[in-house]
């Protein structure tokens, strides 16, 4: 079964200062695709960054990067110059690229931009 | 709208009632997913849509629990005799056939009481 693993509940960073958001993930699958979602209290998910499993290059969104690790089936977003609008849930997802197409997420972090 | 809209944004109900949730995916998009969110927790699928057919239902807690897309677009999710423990946000996304970012909606708070 493929799981997803977020090991940080709640985050704090400054105005300004780069967080790192860890997750890690299981699957015995070589096809899928990885996402990191914020989640504000209006309760819609907005993609944040994705990442293709068959591409060895990070991804990058303005402020906003990844640090894939294949082998170690580990996915990190890293948040540079963070901002208060920043502040959300943030969670970790993954979907199998074959038939089985259900997206399956993370418990989430909880980060919280301090001014 | 452009993006999924999800009616209604807020439902009371009482235990033993029957509720229906309403699901508009972004025109064109073929795949629809429902998932279930309880407080402090992160997303958990119930079910996915391709075309007007259920590709994996997997999710459905329970026989109480169904949904329909009769048509290949709006999607309604029904929770027969409630229990205080459906209580949670009902989120639906949509995906176009082809990649693998999946849109969501502002989702349905449902409170059973």
């Known amino acids: 079964a493929q799981t997803v693993t977020q090991s940080q509940p709640e985050m704090s960073v400054q105005e300004a200062e780069t967080v790192t958001l860890s997750c890690t993930y299981d699957?015995?699958?070589?096809?899928?695709?990885l996402f990191w979602y914020k989640q504000p209290p209006s309760r819609q998910m907005i993609l944040v960054i994705r990442q293709e499993a068959y591409k060895q290059q990070n991804a990058t969104e303005n402020r906003f990067s990844v640090n894939f690790q294949k082998a170690a089936k580990s996915f990190s977003l890293k948040i540079s110059d963070s901002q208060l609008g920043d502040t959300a849930m943030y969670f970790c997802a993954f979907i199998h690229g074959g038939a089985t197409n259900k997206l399956i997420f993370g418990t989430g972090t909880l980060l919280a931009v301090q001014p | 709208g452009a993006g999924v809209s999800q009616t209604p944004s807020n439902k009371v109900t009482e235990k033993g009632k029957y509720v229906e949730l309403r699901c508009d995916p972004i025109?064109?998009?073929?795949?629809l997913y429902w998932y279930r969110q309880s407080l402090g927790q992160g997303p958990e699928f119930l079910i996915y849509?391709?075309?007007?057919?259920?590709?994996?239902d997997s999710g459905l807690p329970n026989d109480r629990f169904f949904a329909v897309r009769p048509e290949g677009s709006v999607s309604t999710l029904k929770i027969q005799r409630t229990e205080r423990g459906d209580s949670a946000v009902y989120l639906c996304?949509?995906?176009?056939?082809?990649?693998?970012?999946?849109?969501f909606g502002e989702g349905s708070r449902l409170t059973v009481l």
């Open positions: 996304a949509s995906r176009p056939s082809n990649t693998g970012e999946l849109f």
């Open positions: 849509f391709q075309g007007t057919g259920a590709a994996d």
């Open positions: 699957t015995s699958e070589s096809n899928y695709y």
């Open positions: 025109s064109g998009h073929t795949a």
